[in-house]
């Protein structure tokens, strides 16, 4: 079965940097896209990027710039480097994968991250 793990989560000062990973198993790439969402107290969860098994990128604008996803197969990991950070990007950020050809969608149980001086 699919099973999502992140981590990296912290807490970082405004204009800084932080890097999640997630762990995956279970998961063929070709047919599987993969994405990071957030979600901020008392707010809608929110798709931040997601990626494509061509490796197509779509970010959301309030990220567009300043996150980037990135994975490696060998490793079975998906990253997502965060850069410029600010107190609004505060949120538990959640990683997950949608198997495309049946449309099914698996969550991580996600890693707070909190910007903040």
């Known amino acids: 079965q699919v099973q999502l793990v992140e981590s990296g989560g912290g807490l970082v000062q405004p204009g800084g940097s932080l890097r999640l990973s997630c762990a995956h198993s279970g998961i063929i790439f070709s047919i599987y896209t993969m994405g990071w969402a957030r979600q901020a107290p008392g707010k809608q969860r929110e798709r931040v990027v997601i990626?494509?098994?061509?490796?197509?990128?779509n970010y959301a604008d309030s990220v567009k710039g300043r996150f980037t996803i990135s994975r490696d197969n060998a490793k079975n990991t998906v990253y997502l480097q965060m850069s410029s950070l600010k107190p609004e990007d505060t949120a538990v950020y959640y990683c997950?994968?949608?198997?495309?050809?049946?449309?099914?969608?698996?969550w991580g149980q996600g890693t707070q991250v909190t910007v903040s001086s």
């Open positions: 997950y994968t949608k198997n495309i050809v049946v449309q099914k969608e698996y």
């Open positions: 990626i494509t098994p061509g490796g197509s990128t």
